[in-house]
């Protein structure tokens, strides 16, 4: 199962609402999960089951979808979002990771 | 608080093997499965396989079968990953991170050089 990730990479100001899609090239039900990474740093795991955001996130962040289409929200950017996204598989090993969405200032 | 810290950073020559550590603490280690990530320069999130502590049973991706070896010491709450043969393109981070199945926690990342 391959994941792919849209847009690559995206541009957006403070206070944007910003989406991300996930799409699986085969169902996963919603054994899907997201994090965020920023340069020098571990991914940090945001939203998991698809929709469940994890604990100390800002709820500025929610996740949808199931089966083959996901999202990643970000009702109102802020300056510390800047950062790429990934999406990853959970439903069966391999574990794969999506590409990547950059998201820049 | 649950913490998985890792091992320094190596440099090895091509055709050569590292091993790289992950202690974990302020969790019952066994409970969960340890997962190891690769990182390239600039690169993307590659999953490399896990192992199950209670039964040292361990998962890899196709890509890494026959190079990576996954292992445990529960006696000290530490597991390894072992990467052999290594060329200029293993350069990269890697990372553990504890399995739930989501990652919830990860290690700060190892950078392992590879470089005649």
């Given at each position: 199962i391959?994941?792919?990730?849209s ?6 100001s ?5 989406t991300?899609?996930?799409r699986?090239?085969?169902g996963i039900s919603?054994?899907l ?6 340069p020098?740093k ?6 998991y089951?698809a929709?469940?955001?994890q604990?100390g996130?800002?709820s500025r962040?929610?996740g ?10 970000i009702?109102s950017?802020?300056?510390e979002?800047f950062a790429?996204?990934y999406?990853q598989?959970?439903?069966?090993y391999p574990f794969t990771f999506?590409p990547g969405?950059q998201v820049d200032v | ?7 320094g950073?190596?440099v090895k ?8 550590s992950?202690?974990a603490?302020?969790?019952?280690f066994t409970?969960y ?5 690769r ?5 993307g999130?590659?999953?490399m396989?896990?192992i199950n502590h209670?039964s ?9 079968q026959?190079?990576?070896?996954m292992?445990?010491?529960?006696s000290i709450s530490?597991?390894y990953?072992?990467?052999g043969r290594?060329?200029s ?5 890697f990372?553990?991170?504890r399995?739930?199945?989501?990652f919830?926690?990860w290690?700060q ?5 590879v470089?005649?």
């Open positions: 391959q994941l792919t990730q847009p690559s990479s995206l541009s957006a403070v206070g944007d609402r910003v991300i899609t996930c699986a090239s085969q919603s054994y999960a997201w994090y965020q990474q920023k020098g571990a991914p940090k795991l945001l939203i089951g929709s469940t955001l604990s996130v800002p962040f929610s949808s979808g199931s089966g083959t289409e996901f999202t990643l929200t009702s950017l802020q300056p979002d790429t996204y999406c598989k959970l439903n069966n999506g969405t | 608080q649950v913490q998985l810290v890792q091992s950073a190596e020559k091509p055709g050569a093997s590292v091993k790289v992950c202690k603490s302020g969790y019952t409970a499965y340890i997962h190891w990530v990182q390239a320069p600039g690169q999130l590659e999953w396989g896990r209670y040292g049973v361990t998962e890899y991706a196709q890509k890494f026959g190079r990576v070896t292992t445990s010491d529960t530490t597991a990953m072992e990467l290594l060329r393109d293993d350069t990269a981070v990372y553990c991170a399995g739930f199945p989501h919830d926690y290690g990342g190892t950078l392992v050089t470089s005649s």
